[in-house]
């Protein structure tokens, strides 16, 4: 299961998708809101994405990782909209008969949504400036 949210993402809720009897192993990852970026302070961050193309993309990615790694079950939760400095905004849960599998296969989950699914992220820095970080077609719609 690949979703994006505009609601608070409940980790344990998370957590139950990917039980299973036959799994001895299981890895999460979580992605917070911090309170700084690049030695700048940080006030809050906006995810936009484009939601039909990014769920597609973020299946895809799971069925990848289900193919290249033996796990069974395989979710990815992202946030969208504002969310305050501790907030979560990306959860991935793995399951796995074994330990292994389910670590390399909430890596390849995590870093293979940061770099393909249509998300993208704005930061509200404490100056009062705010930026898109890692959005060409961000930068170039803002100067068109």
């Not at 309170?35 to 006030?43: A, F, L």
């Not at 699914?117 to 400036?129: L, T």
């Amino acid at each position: 299961m690949f979703a994006l949210t505009a609601q608070p993402i409940d980790p344990e809720a998370i957590r139950k998708r990917v039980l299973d009897p036959a799994a001895g192993g299981f890895c999460s990852f979580e992605g917070w809101v911090r309170n700084h970026h690049q030695g700048r302070s940080v006030d809050r961050l906006e995810y936009e994405a484009y939601p039909a193309l990014a769920e597609k993309e973020g299946l895809r990615i799971l069925a990848e990782a289900s193919e290249r790694f033996d796990i069974h079950h395989a979710v990815c939760v992202h946030r969208t909209g504002t969310i305050e400095i501790g907030g979560l905004a990306v959860a991935v849960c793995v399951s796995a008969s074994h330990r292994d599998a389910a670590f390399d296969a909430c890596r390849y989950i995590i870093d293979e949504v940061k770099a393909r699914v249509p998300i993208w992220k704005k930061e509200y820095f404490s100056d009062g400036e705010a930026g898109w970080v890692r959005c060409d077609h961000c930068a170039t719609h803002h100067h068109h």
